[in-house]
């Protein structure tokens, strides 16, 4: 049996919309937006991995999450290739605050517009919610940068 490569992720995405506005993250040292959630331990249901995460970061307590999508990106970053499958989640929750509870993370709800505009890692993830807002279908999109 093959050992599992380091670079190999699977994450759980949430998707949380409120009043017209969607929630992000926005990690301050990468500079970059990107959507809530983390990453899925060995073992771990997908939803347990949604739920844990969404309480780590923002002290939320998930009511309802829905399978919307999935993207899958092979990468480089800082000179290391990552393979990473997202799957990403429609999430209704009580009391949905933009505090985070992690010092490197800020977390906003942006106008749906402000959101196109955005550097929201992974692209093809930003792409693929932006469609989904106006056409619900599900979505399955991969993306290879090298």
């Known amino acids: 049996m093959k050992r599992r490569h380091q670079g190999f992720e699977v994450c759980v995405r949430a998707v949380i919309i409120s009043r017209g ?3 992000v993250c926005y990690h301050r040292l990468n500079q970059h937006y990107f959507f809530p959630g983390g990453h ?10 949604l ?4 309480k780590e970061e923002l002290d939320i307590r998930v009511k309802k999450a829905s399978f919307i999508g ?3 990106n092979i990468y480089q970053e800082k000179g ?4 990473e499958i997202n799957l990403v989640f429609q999430v209704w929750a009580n009391r ?10 800020d977390f906003t709800f942006l106008p749906l517009v402000e959101f196109r505009t955005k550097r929201v890692l992974p692209s093809s993830l930003q792409k693929s919610v932006v ?5 619900k279908k599900i979505f399955r999109v991969c993306e290879v940068r090298r």
Do not use: I, M, P, Q
Not at 51 to 54: G, V, Y
């Open 21 to 23: 506005r969607v929630l």
């Open 40 to 49: 899925v331990e060995y073992g771990e249901l997908a939803e347990k991995a």
């Open 51 to 54: 739920e844990r995460e969404l």
């Open 70 to 72: 999935l993207t899958e």
């Open 80 to 83: 290391e290739a990552h393979h």
């Open 96 to 105: 949905v605050k933009d505090k985070s509870r992690e010092d490197h993370l």
């Open 131 to 135: 469609k989904w807002l106006k056409d």
